[in-house]
């Protein structure tokens, strides 16, 4: 068999797994198929492996994004504009099968066609594949978990009409005011190497950070306008004075009305904090309140040590603008945000103290971005796939 034939029977291999699992996975397959996919996940340890290795949310989240943007419908029968994840007791077997074929789909494909020069085999099981030398930023995309557990890719090249209350235009949510409807909520999750805008049904605008989440209700009832949050987000709030707008934290609360405003809840952080760029908040803690006025911070330490201070709020919100701003930032908080903007894993080599100042493009793949934090600090990396090593600029 010459070199083009075992290609092509590669290629079929990967995407006949990719038709099982993706079959599996909207619950389609037929006896015959459910046996043939058994014997494939069996068949290797590597399979296995590979099962393992991809089980995390977020490469679920890879999959359906990618099986969102490719025309398969003759191999992938299954596969609509939308997949669904159901609530069920084997979400997590769905998980690590999603996971498996994302990785099929992107690096099978990618090896067997040889498309790419950067791509190469690292093992040796045909479907592992790295991409080097780069890792390119974030995009703009989120996941959106409906009412009964199912889970909708938000992508801004996609329009979609979901029900009739909700439909996605332009990869933006869109609901139907309908008075009546009983109270639902929906949650938009945004993975390592994701951010998106979001506009609440109120009106209301929303900017979430790589890495974080919010929950809200599709409706907007009663006396009180009220989402809850994680990781870091920034608001716009509509105005509204017989409806305050509160947001839950995992510590605190913070109500604002028309009010702009950032929230930095990531869990991995030792400090939390609300800072505040036009209008007031209160923010309510165990055992603390305090109202904030424009160009103010409130940060929260582990043992809920309140600390209010002054500050340029620019820095604080360049994100938004999609720039990094660091104003004497130590480079653990700076390389916080680099391990969630491009999913890498950071490790450090040195005892690094040093501290950063500077501003760089959140558009610039990894490589360009630790040029330039190098030019900013007595800091030094290296890179080896996705893992960062962090030292001393000898």
């Known amino acids: 068999m010459n070199a083009h034939s075992e290609n092509y029977h590669g290629l079929e291999r990967v995407d006949r797994a990719a038709y099982l699992i993706s079959g599996f996975i909207n619950q389609a397959l037929d006896q015959r198929e459910e046996e043939e996919l058994d014997q494939w996940i069996l068949a290797d340890e590597a ?7 991809l089980t995390d949310d977020e490469h679920a989240y890879a999959f359906l994004s990618f099986m969102e943007e490719r025309n398969v419908e003759d191999k992938l029968a299954a596969t609509k504009l939308k997949i669904h994840f159901r609530r069920t007791g084997n979400r997590r077997k769905v998980l690590r099968y999603a996971a498996a074929a994302c990785f099929i789909g992107i690096t099978g494909v990618a090896i067997f066609y040889a498309v790419k020069p950067a791509v190469k085999i690292v093992d040796d099981h045909p479907l592992i594949g790295v991409l080097e030398p780069d890792i390119a930023p974030a995009t703009e995309q989120a996941s959106l978990r409906m ?10 090249n996609r329009d979609t009409v979901i029900n009739d209350r909700l439909s996605i235009r332009g990869g933006e949510v869109v609901y139907a005011n309908r008075p009546g409807d009983s109270l639902v909520y929906h949650e938009i999750s945004i993975p390592r190497n994701r951010f998106y805008k979001l506009r609440l049904p109120d009106g209301s605008k929303v900017w979430l950070n790589a890495s974080s989440s919010i929950r809200y209700p599709v409706m907007f009832t009663g006396a009180e306008r009220r989402v809850r949050v994680a990781g ?5 709030v509509a105005k509204d004075a017989t409806k305050p707008f509160i947001v839950e934290t995992a510590r605190y609360d913070v109500q604002a009305l028309g009010t702009k405003f950032d929230i930095d809840d990531y869990p991995d952080d030792s400090l939390l904090s609300t800072t505040l760029v036009e209008g007031s908040v209160r923010v309510t803690g165990e055992g603390f309140q305090r109202l904030l006025k424009p160009s103010q911070q409130l940060t929260l330490g582990l043992k809920n040590e309140v600390l209010l201070k002054s500050l340029d709020t620019e820095p604080i919100i360049a994100w938004t603008r ?37 501003i760089a493009r959140r558009d610039l793949p990894l490589s ?6 190098e030019q900013m600090g007595s800091v030094s990396f290296e890179t080896d796939q996705d893992q960062i090593t962090v030292k001393n600029q000898r």
């Open 322 to 358: 999609n720039e990094f701003s660091f104003r004497d930032a130590p480079i653990r908080e700076v390389m916080r945000q680099v391990e969630r903007w491009y999913n890498v894993k950071v490790i450090y080599r040195d005892r690094v103290t040093t501290h950063i100042n500077g």
């Open 47 to 53: 399979n296995m492996k590979l099962f393992e290795q």
């Open 147 to 156: 009412e009964d557990g199912s889970l909708i890719v938000l992508d801004r």
């Open 232 to 236: 870091e987000t920034y608001f716009e």
């Open 368 to 373: 360009k971005l630790l040029h330039t934090i």
